[in-house]
Each structure stands twice: as C-alpha cells, then as structure tokens.
C-alpha cells in the first residue's frame, strides 16, 4: 500500500475546476451572459423548428414552442437591461422564429397565443 494520498480531484482530467470556472463567469458583464443565452435559446428553437441541414431529423414543435416562449421571456425580461444594439438583432431573431413556428405548424394558434406572443404581442403573418 501506498502512504501517498490520491491527487487533488478539482486536478484530474474530466474533472472541472469549479473555482476557475466561477471566476471566469465573474469577470463577464450580465448584458454578455444574457446575450449568450438569448442565442443559445434561439439555436436549439432553429434545430427544434427544423430549420437546419437534417431538417426534420429534429424537428419537434412542442419542445420549439418551449424555447421560443422561453426566449420571449427572457427578451422581454432583460429588455430594459440590454442596450438596443444587443436587443434589436434578438427580437428580429425572435419573430422570425416566431413566424417559422406558425409556418410549421399544422394548426397555426391563433395571433396572440403563438409561442411567446404573451411577451411580443399577437403576431400577423
């Protein structure tokens, strides 16, 4: 047996240095962080639509509708935080997100109730 006491674990490979990981997130500003999850909203509600290369290999409207509202949410939330140089280019993505979801739909809901609509207003189209 070994008298040498295992390594610390925070320093084995796989295995993330939560420290460094809360400083790093420290120095970033909020509006960036924001920003940085708005787009990640946005991409899963693309893939979710169907609107990449595989197309409806991952295509899933309910859990689109989710992502979408959820973007709505936040957008709406963060309006007054974020400048309009970050937040206009999110609400474009927002309703043309919006309008994709209405267009894949079967049954298109009814303007104001589309997925995140409750934030945006109804939306024509």
């Known amino acids: 047996m070994s008298e040498t006491s295992p390594s610390d674990p925070s320093e084995t490979p796989g295995n993330p240095d939560f420290d460094a990981m809360a400083r790093d997130i420290a120095e ?4 960036e962080v924001i920003v ?3 787009v990640n909203l ?3 509600a693309a893939v979710k639509l ?6 409806e290999a991952h295509k899933d409207l309910d859990e689109a509708r989710k992502l979408v509202h ?6 709406d939330a963060s309006a007054t935080e974020i ?3 970050h937040a206009a280019p999110l609400r474009d993505g927002l309703k043309s997100l919006q309008l994709a ?3 894949a739909s079967l049954v298109p809901d009814e303007p104001g109730r589309g997925p995140g609509e409750k934030y945006t207003g109804p939306l024509y189209g």
């Open 28 to 31: 970033v500003p909020a509006v």
């Open 36 to 38: 940085t999850v708005a």
């Open 42 to 44: 946005m991409s899963a």
């Open 50 to 55: 169907g609107l990449t290369e595989e197309g």
């Open 70 to 75: 959820a973007l709505a949410g936040l957008l």
């Open 83 to 85: 400048s309009s140089f």
């Open 101 to 103: 979801f209405r267009e």
